[in-house]
Nanobody, 123 residues
């Protein structure tokens, strides 16, 4: 599975962005997908995850109610809609594919990673 994330950019605090992650390969629809982020000087952290069917999602407390993860298995794509962005949301965002079906919050359960897309939030 190859993953390519895009959609990052510069946005003002309170604004919105939608990240997309396009996957190649025939196993996308059988994998849970996740988004992680890493800010400068900080460790990579979990943001959101979705199960293989798109029927179950899980969010980090810091983004709950503001971010929405979704997927379109027909298009081999997972999305992260980010609303009410805050300066502390600024980071490189990575999409990842797990070998498991259900939502996963631990990076170790993901075996494929995209290259990352930069989100900058101005105050």
């Amino acid at each position: 599975v190859q993953l390519q994330a895009f959609g990052g950019g510069l946005v003002q605090a309170g604004g919105s962005l939608r990240l997309s992650c396009a996957a190649s390969g025939r196993t996308f629809s059988s994998r849970a997908m996740g988004w992680f982020r890493q800010a400068p000087g900080k460790e990579r952290e979990f943001v959101a995850a979705i199960n293989w069917r798109g029927s179950s999602t899980y969010y980090a407390d810091s983004v709950k109610g503001r971010f929405t993860i979704s997927r379109d298995n027909a298009k081999n794509t997972v999305y992260l809609q980010m609303n009410s962005l805050k300066p502390e949301d600024a980071a490189v965002y990575y999409c990842a594919a797990s070998w498991m079906y259900d939502t996963q919050t631990t990076a170790a359960t993901y075996d494929y990673w995209g290259q990352g897309t930069l989100v900058t939030v101005s105050s």
